[in-house]
């Protein structure tokens, strides 16, 4: 019995784990400010050589947990209706009597593009939205605290929270620092995306990787089917995302920054 539980909370939280980190990776690369930070504060951490960050360590950093929040909060990774049944005995909520039997659920994008909670903009990935004045932001204390009490719901509450939550914030504590880490320092790849939609980015924008070498940076426009833009759109694209100026390369598609 104990073997079988052990191995339920082993894969019960995978798949909704890896679509938080998939979702919030998106928007982080999307988003040069957000990305820009990130990786200032992920830098001016100081680990021994191949040691990975700890849970304990990676708390402590204020940027990157509120990356985290908000990546949940963005999109959230259930969005089951997490029906619960009124007690025999009945409820009330905010004077409006509710029988006993009834189920009840909520909706996990409706929660999270509240305005009366998030603020105005919530539809913008912002990370800023949790940090207090302790933490260099412009927050109060009792509307992140606000905030991260809704947030909360994504991982159940009471008796039915998820089990896995803790382990699932460990894990994303660590992924978001090291791959970074391991992108910034150790590859000097510099994977920012031109700001498309995050709803729809493949069909929006084109990925730019661009790769460090000897002082030159290549990069290459690429379409959905893999060809080269050749417009004044992606001239535009190219200046929006802020990689200088450029001459045409060899390659079909391909510019070169100098």
């Not at 009124?86 to 409820?91: A, E, K, L, N, S």
């Not at 509450?157 to 382990?167: A, D, E, F, K």
């Given at each position: 019995m104990s073997n079988c539980s052990l191995v339920k909370s082993s894969l019960a939280g995978s798949d909704t784990t890896a679509t938080a980190i998939r979702a919030t990776l998106l928007h982080i690369l999307t988003n040069p400010r957000v990305h820009s930070k990130l990786l200032a504060e992920i830098s001016s951490v100081s680990l021994p050589k191949n040691t990975i960050i700890t849970d304990?360590?990676?708390?402590?950093?204020?940027?990157?947990?509120?990356?985290?929040?908000?990546?949940?909060?963005?999109?959230?990774?259930?969005?089951?209706?997490?029906?619960?049944?009124?007690?025999?005995?009945?409820?009330?909520?905010?004077?409006?009597?509710?029988?006993?039997?009834?189920?009840?659920?909520?909706?996990?994008?409706?929660?999270?593009?509240?305005?009366?909670?998030?603020?105005?903009?919530?539809?913008?990935?912002?990370?800023?939205?949790?940090?207090?004045?302790?933490?260099?932001?412009?927050?109060?204390?009792?509307?992140?605290?606000?905030?991260?009490?809704?947030?909360?719901?994504?991982?159940?509450?009471?008796?039915?929270?998820?089990?896995?939550?803790?382990?699932?914030?460990?894990?994303?504590?660590?992924?978001?620092?090291?791959?970074?880490?391991?992108?910034?320092?150790?590859?000097?790849?510099?994977?920012?995306?031109?700001?498309?939609?995050?709803?729809w980015p493949w069909g929006s924008c084109k990925a730019d990787l661009r790769i460090s070498c000897c002082g030159t940076l290549i990069s290459r426009l690429l379409t959905p089917r893999g060809r080269g833009i050749h417009s004044a759109e992606a001239s535009l694209r190219s200046r929006k995302c802020g990689l200088g100026q450029r001459r045409r390369g060899a390659n079909k598609g391909a510019w070169i920054d100098r």
């Open positions: 304990a360590q990676a708390r402590r950093l204020p940027y990157l947990q509120a990356v985290v929040k908000e990546g949940l909060r963005i999109f959230p990774p259930v969005t089951g209706l997490m029906i619960k049944d009124v007690p025999p005995t009945g409820d009330e909520y905010h004077g409006v009597k509710i029988p006993p039997g009834t189920g009840i659920g909520y909706s996990a994008f409706g929660l999270s593009r509240n305005a009366n909670i998030w603020g105005k903009d919530v539809d913008v990935f912002r990370p800023e939205r949790w940090l207090t004045h302790e933490n260099g932001g412009v927050e109060t204390e009792e509307d992140v605290k606000e905030r991260e009490s809704a947030l909360d719901l994504v991982f159940g509450y009471g008796r039915w929270q998820c089990l896995g939550r803790n382990v699932a914030l460990i894990e994303l504590n660590k992924v978001y620092f090291e791959v970074s880490l391991s992108s910034f320092l150790s590859f000097l790849f510099f994977f920012p995306l031109c700001p498309p939609s995050p709803s």
